[in-house]
């Protein structure tokens, strides 16, 4: 028999509240017989919920809190004021070991603030980052940072590089990944200074991973490499570009096929291959992006998803903890070729001796 393992959950995150998480949460036992839950929240709440599935009976456990993080309160504040919340129970509920993850649709910031206080980062890492896999032309690649970090320094995405390869060793299976920085052209001359002196990091160092050089927004879909690398802005801007323009066609193809009598004949005709589309592009099929750097798994769920999206996120944290990802996370940095000091090359690198090279 596999080991059991038990998730814990912000009860109270994201747009649909409770209802969302326990709809969420039965998809997901279904899906995986050794799943556990542990709900943080308002017990008032969700009771009746979980009372109306008995199929949950000994699987979802409640911990009760009144206390939410609210999509407005700012990282700083939730870490002082928030310590008896649903989302803080629930990071201390992984750093006891009583829970092998945690899950939020909830503030972003503050989850990143407080399972940065609560699990602290890995050796070497200065920022956690968010992680996600999405389709591309030629299968998957990865995305990092996808929020968490709105300003970046240099070696903060140089740090990103190394661990967005590294999980792409991991769940991939690529022994040696191609990364990509993100910019506005693929010249050397182009981009802001950090970008510019982080690509000369990238390509001065020796590093377990490829690295291919600049690219740009149009790279990401056709998957020109296998780890895309941003900041936190850069990268939140464009994942949420590419849902909205998902969102777009999947909205121009139902208007097609309902313009005439014809149309809608030919969709009946070309539905199986529409659903393998859909099914392809739904951006809930991707939702669970990872924090990397972190002594935990800690996965975010995207605000507005729905109960499907949501366990699909409870997957991403069941495969990451099944996987001891944090731990192989930080064996790979540091014994698969990828040795501390090689962070250290950005002692060596300038501003100054950035712009010479253009």
Known sequence: MSKRITVALDAMGGDGGPGMVVGGVVIACERYPDLDVLLYGDEARIKPLLDAQPGLKGRAEIRHTPHAIGSDDQPAQALRRGRESSMRLAINAVKSGEAQGVLSAGNTGALMAMAKFVLKTQSDIDRPAMISFFPTIRGESAMLDLGANVKCDAEN???????????????????????????????????????????????????????????????????????????????????????????????????????????????????????????????????????????????????????????????????????DFAERISRDLHHDGVEPETLAISTAVTPDTASKVV
């Open 157 to 323: 995405l140089v740090q990103f590089a190394i661990m967005g390869a590294a999980c792409a060793r991991i769940e991939l299976g690529i022994k040696r990944p191609t990364v990509g920085l993100l910019n506005v052209g693929v010249e050397d001359a182009k981009g802001n200074e950090t970008v510019k002196l982080a690509g000369q990091m990238l390509r001065d160092g020796e590093f377990a991973f490829d690295f291919y050089g600049f690219v740009e927004g149009d790279h990401i879909g056709e998957g020109t490499v296998d780890v895309f690398v941003t900041d936190g802005f850069s990268g939140n801007v464009a994942l949420k570009t590419a849902e909205g323009t998902a969102r777009l066609y999947s909205s121009f193809l139902r208007d097609a096929f309902q313009s005439s009598l014809l149309s809608k004949l030919g969709y009946l005709l070309a539905k199986p291959a529409l659903n393998r589309l859909r099914a392809q592009v739904d951006p809930g099929a991707y939702n669970g992006a990872v924090f990397l750097g972190l002594n935990g798994v800690v996965v975010k769920s995207h605000g507005g998803t729905d109960a499907t999206g949501f366990a699909n996120a409870i997957g991403v944290a069941v495969d990451m903890a099944r996987s």
